[in-house]
């Protein structure tokens, strides 16, 4: 069942985050629906414009709905992960989507606001809320590639006007996160510091961490072994810390670039181990299965696992 994005966060605030998890193809999206359910969780589907242009917008959707038959317990929420204005009006207007994030964390503090003023007007018109960004997350996005030294973490007194003044629904702050598989060369740079800090002034209000991956070293080892030539300096956030994060606030937590080492992991050994295979079926099932099971452990880490009869009691109440 599709649920508004902000129910989940009413059902989640301050006692586990909603894992949010991108798609861009069918075994993605088996993967997603199948560990949730078996972990009793819910979730976010994002959707970003690579994903658009990659399988289309129709596509996608229509991956969706099927799968929103075959698991009929599943509740969850379709994001616009990292839009721009004019993929946050198409999002709207279709009718599909529960929220739509607007990055225009690479524009001035006046412009951020301004455009996501704009964004939040049209949408709140249709029910949908907003994710908007403020501050920048090292690493590359899709339109913006930011240094990590010149990444800068989110002030925390911006933090509480730019809410006021954008009137957004939850923010994404960067707290030392970054995307991809490269986010700490020392040791783990996460500032739950300014968290707190932005929790004092925005209570109650969700906050989201973007670049979330753990980049488990086994995987990247294990991607290796099979032929793959990944940096085994790639690191990620530790993920004990989601249930530090989570009482500060932290309701959506984004994580895209383990989910691409476990289908590189899968595919990888695969075709190492049977050199023969052509059928992509074999991988593909071993994939979901796999994805699944990822699925599953995530939630722990997010304590959002088992969380599932509360947030369907929660979402029925809300209906009346
Ligand atoms: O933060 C971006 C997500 O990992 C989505 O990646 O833009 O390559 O689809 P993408
Ligand atoms: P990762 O690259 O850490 O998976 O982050 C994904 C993300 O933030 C999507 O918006
Ligand atoms: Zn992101």
């Not at 586990?16 to 969780?41: C, D, K, P, S």
């Not at 399988?55 to 599943?74: H, N, S, T």
């Not at 707190?196 to 961490?209: C, D, N, S, T, Y």
Request: charged letters at 25%.
């Amino acid at each position: 069942m599709i649920v508004s994005t902000a129910e989940l966060f009413k059902a989640a605030y301050g006692k586990f985050a909603i894992g949010a998890y991108n798609i861009n193809n069918m075994e993605q999206a088996l993967g997603l629906f199948q560990g949730h359910v078996e972990a009793q969780a819910p979730f976010i589907i994002q959707i970003s414009k690579g994903a658009r242009k990659y399988a289309g917008v129709k596509m996608l959707e229509a991956i969706i709905r099927a799968c929103d038959e075959e698991f009929p317990e599943a509740i969850y929420a379709v994001h616009l992960d990292h839009g721009d204005e004019q993929t946050c009006y198409e999002c709207i207007d279709s009718g599909f989507y529960s929220s739509v994030m607007i990055d225009a964390s690479h524009e001035s503090f006046e412009e951020n606001v301004a455009i996501t003023r704009r964004i939040v007007d049209r949408a709140h018109a249709k029910g949908l809320s907003v994710e908007a960004e403020l501050g920048m997350l090292g690493g590359v996005e899709e339109h913006v590639s930011v240094d990590e030294k010149n990444a800068s973490l989110t002030n925390p007194d911006e933090a509480k006007a730019f809410v006021e003044q954008s009137g957004c629904d939850s923010l994404a702050v960067a707290i030392g996160t970054s995307h991809g598989a490269y986010k700490f060369s020392g040791s783990q740079g996460l500032h739950f510091d300014v968290t707190a800090e932005i929790q004092k002034r925005l209570p109650g209000f969700p906050l989201v961490m973007h670049g979330s991956s753990s980049v488990p070293q086994d995987e990247v080892a294990r991607i290796n072994a099979a032929g793959g030539a990944l940096d085994s300096s790639a690191k990620g956030v530790d993920e004990t810390q989601f249930a530090k994060a989570v009482p500060l606030g932290v309701t959506k937590i984004n994580i895209d670039t383990d989910g691409r080492l476990v289908w590189t992991r899968v595919h990888r050994e695969s075709f190492r181990d049977d050199p023969k295979n052509f059928d992509f079926r074999k991988p593909g099932k071993e994939y979901v299965r796999a994805y699944a099971d990822f699925m599953v452990n995530k939630s722990k880490a997010l304590l959002s696992f088992g969380t599932l009869p509360q947030v369907r009691a929660a979402v029925r109440a809300a209906k009346g």
